[in-house]
C-alpha cells in the first residue's frame, strides 16, 4: 500500500504542477507545442523503444492477449457508436467521436510512464495495447467521418492518410525498431543507450506535467445526453470488459492481466481532442470528457494499483 501511494502521489502530484501552471501561468501556445513536439517525438519514443527492444520476442508476439484487449476497446467504440446513432439519433462524425472519447485511453503520456514507475518489465503489455489501440482509433475516427460528410469522398486519399497516420506515429515507429532490435538481438552502441536513457528519464515527468496543462487548457462546457455514457464506459465499463475477456480467455500472466485492466482504466486521451478539433465534431464534449474522467481516474487508476500490488485482482472469478 505504502509503495502505491508513494508512486502515485507524485505521479499526480506532476499533473497537478501542470494543471496549475496551465491555469495559472498562461503564456504563449506556441510554448506549449514546442513541449509537446519534445514528448511526443524526443521522450517518449526512446522508452517505447527501450521497453520493447529488452523484452523477449515471444512477449511480443502474445496474439491472444493482443486480440482481447483491442477487441475489448473496438466492443466499447461499437457499443457507445450505436447508442449515440440509434437512441440519442447524433450524426456519424459526432457518435465517431464520443465513442473514441468512450474508448481511447491516455496510455501514451499517462500508462507508459505509470506503468514503467510502477510494474517495470510489464511495460511491454502497456506498449503493445497502446500500438494496437491507437491503430484502431486512427482507423476507425477517420473512416467514420469521411462516411458521415455529405461530399463524396476520395477512398484511396483517405486510405493513404490512415496509413501515414498510423505507420509514422513516433511510437508506432518506435515499437518497429524495438521489435527489430529483441527479434535479432541487435546491441546498440553505448554512446546511443546513453542518450536514450536520459530521453527515457524525461519522458515521464514532461508527459505527466504536460498532460496537466492540457487539461488546464479545456474548456468544461454544457453537458449532452450521451456525456455521462461516455464516462461511465471509459472509467467503469472498458476495465470491467477487459477483465471479463482476459479472465475468460484464460492463461495470461495475472500481471499482464492487471496492466491491461490499468490502461483501460485511464481517462479518454488528449489525441481525441486533437481529432475531434480536425474534424470538427464532439468538440466540446471530447473536452469535457478528458477533463472529468482525468479527475476521476485519480480514484480508479489508485484503485487498480492498489489490486495489483495485493495480489487481490480476482483472477479466477469465473
Same mark, same amino acid.
Given at each position: 500500500?505504502?509503495?502505491?501511494?508513494? #508512486?502515485?502521489?507524485?505521479?499526480?502530484?506532476?499533473?497537478?504542477?501542470?494543471?496549475?501552471?496551465?491555469?495559472?501561468?498562461?503564456?504563449? =501556445?506556441?510554448?506549449?507545442?514546442?513541449?509537446?513536439?519534445?514528448?511526443?517525438?524526443?521522450?517518449?519514443?526512446?522508452?517505447?523503444?527501450?521497453?520493447?527492444?529488452?523484452?523477449?520476442?515471444?512477449?511480443?508476439?502474445?496474439?491472444?492477449?493482443?486480440?482481447?484487449?483491442?477487441? &475489448? &476497446?473496438?466492443?466499447? @467504440?461499437?457499443?457507445?457508436?450505436?447508442?449515440?446513432?440509434?437512441? #440519442?439519433?447524433?450524426?456519424?462524425?459526432?457518435?465517431?467521436?464520443?465513442?473514441?472519447?468512450? $474508448?481511447?485511453?491516455?496510455?501514451?503520456?499517462?500508462?507508459?510512464?505509470?506503468?514503467?514507475?510502477?510494474?517495470?518489465?510489464?511495460?511491454?503489455?502497456?506498449?503493445?495495447?497502446?500500438?494496437?489501440?491507437?491503430?484502431?482509433?486512427?482507423?476507425?475516427?477517420?473512416?467514420?467521418? &469521411?462516411?458521415? =460528410? $455529405?461530399?463524396?469522398?476520395?477512398?484511396?486519399?483517405?486510405?493513404?492518410?490512415?496509413?501515414?497516420?498510423?505507420?509514422?506515429?513516433?511510437?508506432?515507429?518506435? %515499437?518497429?525498431?524495438?521489435? #527489430?532490435?529483441?527479434?535479432?538481438?541487435?546491441?546498440?552502441? =553505448?554512446?546511443?543507450?546513453?542518450?536514450?536513457?536520459?530521453?527515457?528519464?524525461?519522458?515521464?515527468?514532461?508527459?505527466?506535467?504536460?498532460?496537466?496543462?492540457?487539461?488546464?487548457?479545456?474548456?468544461?462546457?454544457?453537458?449532452?445526453?450521451?456525456?455521462?455514457?461516455?464516462?461511465?464506459? =471509459?472509467?467503469?465499463?472498458?476495465?470491467?470488459?477487459?477483465?471479463?475477456?482476459?479472465?475468460?480467455?484464460?492463461?495470461?500472466?495475472?500481471?499482464?492481466?492487471?496492466?491491461?485492466?490499468?490502461?483501460?482504466?485511464?481517462? %479518454?486521451?488528449?489525441?481525441?481532442?486533437?481529432?475531434?478539433?480536425?474534424?470538427?465534431?464532439?468538440?466540446?464534449?471530447? &473536452?469535457?470528457?478528458?477533463?472529468?474522467?482525468?479527475?476521476?481516474?485519480?480514484?480508479?487508476?489508485?484503485?487498480?494499483?492498489?489490486?495489483?500490488?495485493?495480489?487481490? #485482482?480476482?483472477?479466477? @472469478?469465473?
Amino acid at each position: 500500500m505504502n509503495t502505491v501511494v508513494n #508512486l502515485i502521489l507524485p505521479f499526480f502530484g506532476l499533473i497537478l504542477m501542470g494543471f496549475i501552471a496551465g491555469k495559472f501561468m498562461r503564456n504563449d =501556445k506556441s510554448g506549449t507545442e514546442w513541449f509537446n513536439i519534445f514528448v511526443v517525438y524526443f521522450a517518449l519514443p526512446p522508452l517505447v523503444f527501450q521497453t520493447v527492444a529488452s523484452a523477449p520476442i515471444e512477449q511480443l508476439a502474445n496474439w491472444p492477449f493482443i486480440l482481447a484487449t483491442t477487441f &475489448s &476497446s473496438y466492443a466499447i @467504440f461499437v457499443v457507445v457508436f450505436a447508442v449515440s446513432i440509434l437512441i #440519442l439519433h447524433k450524426k456519424i462524425g459526432e457518435a465517431a467521436m464520443q465513442a473514441a472519447a468512450a $474508448s481511447y485511453g491516455n496510455i501514451g503520456y499517462m500508462g507508459l510512464p505509470l506503468t514503467v514507475a510502477a510494474l517495470g518489465p510489464a511495460a511491454v503489455p502497456a506498449a503493445l495495447i497502446f500500438c494496437f489501440d491507437s491503430t484502431l482509433q486512427y482507423s476507425l475516427v477517420p473512416l467514420l467521418n &469521411s462516411f458521415g =460528410k $455529405s461530399e463524396k469522398t476520395d477512398v484511396g486519399a483517405m486510405l493513404l492518410k490512415i496509413c501515414k497516420r498510423v505507420f509514422l506515429h513516433p511510437f508506432i515507429i518506435a %515499437t518497429i525498431l524495438g521489435v #527489430l532490435v529483441s527479434a535479432f538481438s541487435i546491441s546498440l552502441p =553505448k554512446p546511443v543507450n546513453t542518450l536514450l536513457d536520459f530521453l527515457s528519464a524525461a519522458a515521464a515527468p514532461s508527459a505527466l506535467f504536460i498532460l496537466g496543462v492540457t487539461v488546464a487548457y479545456q474548456r468544461f462546457a454544457g453537458v449532452g445526453r450521451e456525456f455521462p455514457l461516455v464516462v461511465v464506459a =471509459k472509467t467503469i465499463l472498458h476495465p470491467l470488459l477487459v477483465f471479463v475477456v482476459l479472465t475468460l480467455m484464460g492463461g495470461f500472466d495475472p500481471l499482464w492481466v492487471g496492466v491491461a485492466v490499468l490502461m483501460a482504466s485511464l481517462p %479518454t486521451a488528449a489525441t481525441v481532442f486533437v481529432l475531434a478539433v480536425q474534424y470538427d465534431e464532439y468538440v466540446e464534449g471530447s &473536452s469535457n470528457a478528458i477533463l472529468i474522467t482525468t479527475a476521476i481516474s485519480m480514484i480508479t487508476v489508485t484503485l487498480v494499483l492498489i489490486m495489483i500490488d495485493r495480489g487481490r #485482482l480476482p483472477l479466477d @472469478f469465473f
